[in-house]
C-alpha cells in the first residue's frame, strides 16, 4: 500500500516565490499541498488549551500521508516562523493522544528552503534531521532552491526534478 505524499507550505505568502518551486515538485510527484497560511495554527500552550485549526489539520495529515516535504522560505537564516510553529505544535500530540504521534513513525520526511541566493548556510538543515530522528520518521534529504528574475533557473529545475524522482523512488 503506498499512501501518498504531501508537500507542507509554510511561507507568509501563498504565491511566492516557495509556492512556485513547490508548484514545481507537484507536477513532478503529483503530491497534494497544504497551505499552512489558510490555518489558524497558535503558538504552542504548555496547557494543550489551543482551539484552533491544528489538532484536526495533524489528525487529517497523518491519517492520509506518508511522505511529508516540509516547504520553508529562507527568513533570518533559517526556516520561517509560520513552519516553526507548525513543528512548535507537534509537541501537543507528545504531550497527549500520543497515538497520533506516532504515526508519524516509518512515515518520511524531505525538506525544501527557498532563498534569495543560492548560498545555504550551515545548520539549515540540522533542525529538520534531529526532528526527524525524535519523531522516528525517515529523513529523504533537502534542496535549496530560489528564484532569479521570478524564474526557476535550469540548475534549480534539475534538483527539483531529482528530488521528486528520490521521493518517489524511497
Ligand atoms: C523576513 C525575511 C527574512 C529573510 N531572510 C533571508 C535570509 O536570511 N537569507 C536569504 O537567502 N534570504 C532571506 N530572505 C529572502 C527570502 O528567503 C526569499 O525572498 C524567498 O524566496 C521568499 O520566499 P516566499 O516568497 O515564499 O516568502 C528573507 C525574506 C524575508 C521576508
Not at 504531501?6 to 516557495?18: F, H, Y
Not at 497551505?35 to 488549551?49: A, G, M, P, R, V
Request: hydrophobic share 35%.
Amino acid at each position: 500500500m503506498s499512501r501518498k505524499g504531501v508537500v507542507i507550505l509554510g511561507s507568509s505568502r501563498s504565491n511566492g516565490n516557495t509556492h512556485t518551486i513547490v508548484s514545481q515538485l507537484q507536477q513532478k510527484t503529483g503530491f497534494d499541498m497544504i497551505d499552512l497560511q489558510q490555518y489558524k495554527i497558535n503558538h504552542f500552550d504548555y496547557e494543550l488549551k489551543n482551539e484552533d485549526d491544528f489538532n484536526a489539520l495533524f489528525k487529517k495529515l497523518t491519517a492520509n500521508y506518508e511522505t511529508f516535504v516540509f516547504a520553508t522560505p529562507i527568513y533570518w537564516y533559517t526556516m520561517s516562523g509560520v513552519m516553526k510553529v507548525f513543528f512548535d505544535r507537534i509537541s501537543d500530540f507528545l504531550f497527549d493522544e500520543k497515538d497520533i504521534g506516532r504515526r508519524l513513525r516509518g512515515t518520511k520526511m524531505g525538506v525544501i528552503s527557498c532563498g534569495s541566493d543560492n548560498e545555504i548556510k550551515a545548520g539549515f538543515e540540522m533542525p529538520f534531521v534531529e526532528s526527524a530522528q525524535y519523531l522516528g520518521m525517515e529523513y529523504v534529504g533537502h534542496i535549496h532552491t530560489w528564484i532569479e528574475n521570478k524564474k526557476i533557473t535550469p540548475t534549480v529545475q534539475q534538483s527539483i526534478t531529482d528530488f521528486a524522482n528520490q521521493l518517489m523512488e524511497k
